[in-house]
Each structure stands twice: as C-alpha cells, then as structure tokens.
C-alpha cells in the first residue's frame, strides 16, 4: 500500500518558514503522508494563476488530498473548504475563493462541499492571518490520515462556492484575441487560447503571425517548438499546458514584449 | 514507529546545488530519516533572521534533529556545535553563533553543548567554506540515526554558548517604538513588538494608527485581519509568529514605507 | 532495504508548477521512489551551469537515477538519452547536450546510451515543449523501479554523445587566467581553475593578489577561508567545489567586480 499522498500549492514563495511550517504541522498530524509541493512560487495573492497551475497539475499528482492556499481574504468572512470530486479518493482543501474551480472540472466539479472553518482539527485558537497553518494543513492532514470528511467541517451546497471569473479569447475576422494568463520562468507566456483558435484565426501551423500588445509589436512565427525558430525570435506554439504560448527562442518573451499577466494579445497572419 | 526527522533551515537559497548536496549527505548517512526544509530562503549571512524563522517554525515541527545553517563565520575559530533539550528527542546542530538561541529556549534552553567539529561522522576533509556538507548534515544525520550525541562531540558549558543581541523594543508616552526582523514574500513586515505593546501605547484594536520610520511616515489602522483594510491601505497586527505587524493591503508594506530589516518604527494613535 | 533514488535537477525555477509535475509523475509511476532535489535554480538554458552543479553534487547523492534537464533543444532532433556508468546503480537521465558528460566522468564515463525517446514509457502524444514531464520523468521512474535499462531505449555508440565545450584555465608568467563558471547566491564567483593554479602563478597562500576583469580591477588576499579577510575585502579561495573562487567577506563579489557567468578574470600577485 502506498503513503497517502498530500500535494500542496500556495503563494508563500521561498523567503520564510511558511512552507516548511505546513509541512511540519501535516507531518505531525500524518506522520505517513508523502507531502509533493506543486508550487509555492504563485505570484502573491494571485487566485488566477494559482488556479491554472493547480489545473495543469493535477492530472499528473497521484490521487490523494489536493491542498492549495493563495488567500487574500484569509482571516475574513470567507470559508475554508473542503471538496469532494467523483474521483473518491480526490479532496480539494483551501480556502472558497474560486482556487479550486478549475482543477475540480478536471475530476466532475465539486460533488459536495464542506465548512472546515470551525473543524475540531484547526489548531485553536487560528491566527487570522496564516490558515495555511491553522486551518488548511491540519484539515488535509486528517483527511490523508482517513478521517471522514463529514467529520471535518459542515456540508453546504456547491452552488454557493465562489466561482472564479476568467478572461475569454476570442476569433475574429482574421485575428485572435487572447489573454496572458501566467509567465514561466523563461519569460514564455502562456494564454487563455488553445491552439485551434489560432488555425481558425487563419493562421495555420509555420506561417508568419503578428502579434499586437500593450507593449508594442512584433513579427514572429506559429512553430511546434523552440528549435523551429531562430535564435532571439519570437514563436508562437503549443505549452505543456496545452494552450497557445509566446516565447522567444533563448530569451524572454515577457520582457520582449513588455507584458504582464491579464495583458490582451492580438495575433494575426502576417 | 515514524522514520526520524531532520529538519533543514539555511541561507543557501535556491541557485545551485547547497541544499541538495546537504539532503543526499543526510540520506546516504541515515537512509530512514524523513528530511523537513524549514526554509533556505534566509536572507545571506543574517543570522538574526535564520533565529526568528527557527523560533517561529519549531513548534509545529515534529521532534528530531534541527539542523540550521546560517554561517558567516564559517571556517573560522567558531565552534560547530549539537545541544541537547529538555526534550531528549529534540537536539540542535550548527554553528555556534546564536542562531539556535531562540529556538532552544522553547524547549527549556541548551541543556548539554558538545563541540561537534572533529566528531568522527565529519568528512575528511573538511572544505573550509562548507561545513553544512562536511560537519552538519552527517552530525544531524549520526543523530537521526540514533548516535549517542557523547559520541559526536566533546562536551563543554553551555555558558560558553555565542548569544545572539536582539533589538528590544520600548514603550514611551503615547508611542510604540519597535524594528522590522524580517520582512515576508508579500512584503509584509514582522517586528520584534508584541501586540499588546501596541494596546500599552494607547493604540486600541480598530483604531487608526501613525507610523514613522526612516523612509518617510504614513496613517494606517490597528486590525485583525487584512480584510479588515481597505485595499491599498496600511494596516497594523498580529502575524501568524504573534508578532506585531504591518502590511499594506494588496500591496507590499516594503515598499511603500520604504523600510529594510533592522529599521525602527514609531507607531501612535493618530 | 532502502526506497530506491532519483535525484532531479533543472532549470525550471520554482515559479511554476513544472518541478511539482515532474514529482507527480515519478511518484505516480514508482510510488517507492525518494526524489532528491539538486536543485531547480539552474539558470534559464544554462547547459553548462547545470553539469557544473551536477558534477559538484552527484558524488554526495545516493546511487540511483540520476534525472538532469536543462533542455533548450527541447521538441528538436537532439537525442533524449539514458545512459549507463561503471557504478551498476548509477543511470544517468535527460536530453543528450552535454550536461551529463562531466558527472558521467564520475563513475567512469558513459558506458552505455540508449536514445529513450520513444521509450514504452513516453506519455502519449508527448508535449514538443516538456519532455521533463513527459519522456524524462516517466523514464527515470521506470529505471527507478526497476525496469531494465534496455527495455527503455536503442542502444548507440556513446561516442555518438554531444560532448559540452568548456573554457580551459591557463597559467601565463606571474599570472593565472580563468573564466568564472557559476555565481551562488552569495555572489561568489566559481571559477574553472584549482586552486594550485594559483600557486604555480607565484601567488602563494596568504598573499596579496591582483584581480583583472572586464568590470575593472581589485585588490584582496588568497586566503583559506571568509574569516581570513576583513569584512568588505575582496578574497580568493578554495571553494566547496573544489575549485578558485572569490569572494567579498559579507558582500557580493559578483556585484563588487561586476561580472558575469563566463567572464574572464586574471589573477596575479600583488
């Protein structure tokens, strides 16, 4: 039999104790959970890009508690949930913000949903400002250790989850109109358009794009990968999310052309 | 029975290979202990730093060898040290700077000193600018694996331990005088005040604040929670380590007071 | 007996979700394995960056697989390959560029390759743009648990391998020239010169030295370890790698010297 398996998503970034924190206090509740950390690089307080990368994560993490905390609201009227999904052996935990929505349509949406904010296994009494801590890890510890959920928080209707409203692209007459939805560490941007939206924009797969941005524009070319494109170019392809990305060939598409996360992009034929 | 646990804090950061080096060291001398990585993201050098993230990060952690690196003395004549608690499953390994002064008083203070830097377990030999490699991780490791901790060193008074000097902060008529310890990935700063030194002060929980510091002054609120501030405006509370705070909502309080670790702050009622 | 090793290095940085998926991966196709992070900070298609930290690290880590990708080739002809040592417990496992050669010369060089790009192991279709996801960790972890090598791939001729091309020191009259190899986050400069270069250019230890480099000029000392210099001084020494390093006692050489990764410095007495 394998470890119960806790993944964990956050925004805490690497300066301080907060991760470790966590996986101290879900070691001391699970000492046989295997704890894999998905990320805690999300940009802070960003519930946007935690939610895509949480999305394009989880069909690749084994089955187990799904634990994901970026929470501008934390200490505020908002809940701390736990969700169950088809997939019974799949539980989302972290705070109802809209975090969760994304990843929950991978595995049925949100079968049903659980008040964890006053669980008998928060650590009493919470800090108002560090859940992740108090509430989130000790609930996901249970949970791993199989506890039952309905023993850990109180059941509502999934219907009065927070949704997470989400940019749209869009095809027009020989353009397409998508967003920046997260930039790597590369510099490559990854957007809201899947691939197809740009074939039926009119651009088919080697073809010369333009791309218009806030930040200027710039020529490049739709390719399948970074070697199909010259040294410092700009290439328009298909991300290991599966969405249409920017990137330009050893160097930074963020910095080429001057964009940020939420930025509209316009790519046509050349 | 759990496998024993190290627990792992440095200021190697993340660029190359310190921190993985430490793991494998640690893993190939005691294949069963279970490795915690507090945080490696102290700030180069600041030993202060390291003490207060220990401190913060050891409760909720599980007992076993806390290893913490922060080293600027490194090759030097200062001593590699491992101390003994009152919990005699908990033992601390490092350099003998201070750095585990804070964390030891929450287990009664450093009960035994063993002076660790010719213990048999160090690699031979020994870089001179690497001991978390070549005396640390396999002291730590030796412990985890259930070394009596008289094999791994000579003991000498704990009274010759290297305390470290903290800020202290004050209360004057009408005024709350504290300093920024450390400074979080939102930007949020923590001080060395405790909460009720604000209320000492004359600052009422709700009530509107006036921060001076070096960078310049701005008004804020004395609140739970960062929900309980308007989005762009500074607040005042406590954080998740019980330490007086301030952040800006949405925003980094860093940046906008224009402070740095080590700063004085006054805080009065507006 | 111990779970069986993979150690991971990349450069894919800990903003995203990319290590966090490649965990999930190996952890979904050998849920025994324990995954050693080398590090993930490599910079961004820093080939050589990368086999540097691999050779300073590998001799530290437990015999296993050996999972390395800094790809920029990613999606190209270039070869994706496992390759086999002296060490029968030792595989090495990533895109064929180069950045395994110097680890490889650890255990006695490439014995074997086998291109494992259209392993049985392969997530189907595999992403031109995450091979670490989708042909390496899958891989490795099939290594990991035990599959034999050349079910995985095609055998070929190691000499077939790309070979990396790396700056070679060289020792003048009175005068040593070396190239700076990989900047910590201290900012010590790693050269790839030994420090008895140093000596055969008359500069003995606890000298005065000259340093020249494209960012201007310095004064310091050869010297054995930080505490030999005065705080804010510029000093030479063996580093934990093994190699000529400088450094400035609680500061930054990088910034003080103003180079860069693959600059050139020469170093005389004084």
Do not use: K, W
């Not at 290439?235 to 249409?244: I, K, T």
């Amino acid at each position: 039999v394998s470890a119960p398996v806790v993944t964990f998503l956050s925004d805490y970034g690497y300066e301080d104790e907060f991760v470790g924190v966590c996986h101290g206090v879900i070691a001391q509740r699970c000492p046989a959970a295997r704890i894999i950390d998905v990320t805690h690089g999300i940009r802070a307080h960003d519930v946007r890009g935690g939610a895509l990368a949480l999305r394009a994560a989880l069909p690749y993490m084994p089955a187990g508690v799904h634990l994901a905390v970026v929470d501008p609201g934390v200490g505020s009227e908002r809940r701390a949930v736990a969700l169950t999904t088809d997939d019974p052996r799949r539980f989302l935990v972290g705070p109802d913000n809209g975090l969760r929505m994304e990843a929950a349509a991978l595995f049925g949406g949100a079968r049903e949903a659980f008040d964890i904010g006053r669980s008998p296994e928060v650590l009493t009494p919470p800090a108002a400002t560090f859940h992740g801590r108090d509430v989130f890890a000790p609930v996901a510890a249970a949970l791993a250790d199989g506890v039952a959920v309905q023993r850990l928080g109180e059941l509502f209707p999934p219907a009065d989850l927070v949704m997470l409203e989400m940019p749209r692209p869009r095809v027009e007459p020989g353009a397409l109109i998508a967003h920046v939805l997260s930039i790597d560490g590369y510099g490559n941007l990854s957007t809201d358009a899947a691939p197809h939206l740009l074939l039926e924009a009119g651009v088919a797969l080697g073809a010369a794009i333009f791309v218009v941005c806030a930040g200027g524009d710039a020529g490049g070319r739709f390719v399948r990968t970074f070697a199909d494109a010259a040294t410092g170019s700009l290439l328009c392809y298909e991300d290991g999310r599966g969405a249409l990305a920017l990137a330009v060939s050893s160097g930074s598409a963020a910095t080429c052309l001057g964009v940020s996360v939420g930025d509209e992009l316009t790519l046509r034929a050349l």
